[in-house]
């Protein structure tokens, strides 16, 4: 028996006994080497890393605060990528639309200014710094509004890559992921979520963001608005903030909601839950052109 013919053998006994050796590497090797042949062992994965590789890309793709256009556009594709299963940045991203609208130069709150300075002359002195702040509260929303962004991207693409990696509860909250992770299954296997499987990923997307983003930034971001409009005497600039009419362009057009207040984070949720109810009773094709009906974006 040659030596090659002993060596098949042996390595196909242990094969027979549940062992593991390539052939190829077996009769290889060099014999002048002297050390065994080894495999190379995978790398570990590094979760953190690999959070912190998405964060960068989402945070290339956020731009600027006022950039909310691209923005749109990426929140868009997330929901078209869940296979219209994600619905949370859909409507989130109606929200960007409004408030960049609203804080504008052309939006409401300046709109209301402008009629008290027409009326009474005496606030003309105080218009260019009356305008000053309400642009820097429309930036800290824009901010606000990017937080969000960067949030959602990377929880959704973290969660579709690494979801079911042990320790990415780490990096997601337990109950949201077991959400994505079920919304990532669906839409392999071309199924879609069921409405209570939906809105049951909407609300935990939705608190999630006021919980760990929306809500301090949101709170601090009027509460010094309030500071310098009431210093000022502008005190009805205040009232304007905290009680926006909000109406996104697709509701019905009878729709509307008028806040007691802004600020409030239990009512910023009930009025995006009755938006998200709003968008499914109306259809996701209309939803979704209704993004485009918005005069600055």
Known sequence: MTSKQFLRRVTFALFAMGAHIPIASAQTAPASSGAPSVLAAAPKLDLTAERARLMREAVAYAGRPEDVAPRVAKLHQVFLDSGRNHAFPEVALHGALWARAFFSRQGAVSALLRQYVVRDPKWQSKELGALEQINALSQAL???????????WVNYHFS????RVAGA????????????????????????????????????ALLWEQENSVSPLVTKAM???DAKVEAMGLAFLSEAVRR??????????????????????EERIERATESYEIAEAIGWDAV?????????R
Request: net charge positive; no cysteine; hydrophobic share 40%.
């Open 169 to 204: 509860e780490r990096f997601i909250a337990p109950p949201l992921l077991a959400a994505l992770n079920s919304m990532h299954d669906a839409n392999k296997s071309k199924k879609p979520l069921t409405r209570t499987q939906r809105s049951e990923l909407f609300q935990l």
């Open 288 to 296: 979704m052109r209704a993004r485009h009906d918005y005069a600055v």
């Open 142 to 152: 824009l901010a606000t509004n990017r937080q969000v962004f960067l949030d959602t």
């Open 244 to 265: 926006p009419l909000v109406r996104f362009k697709y509701f019905p057009h009878t729709k509307f909601f008028l806040f007691r207040n802004f600020a409030d984070k």
């Open 160 to 163: 579709k890559k690494y979801g």
């Open 223 to 225: 509460d010094d608005f």
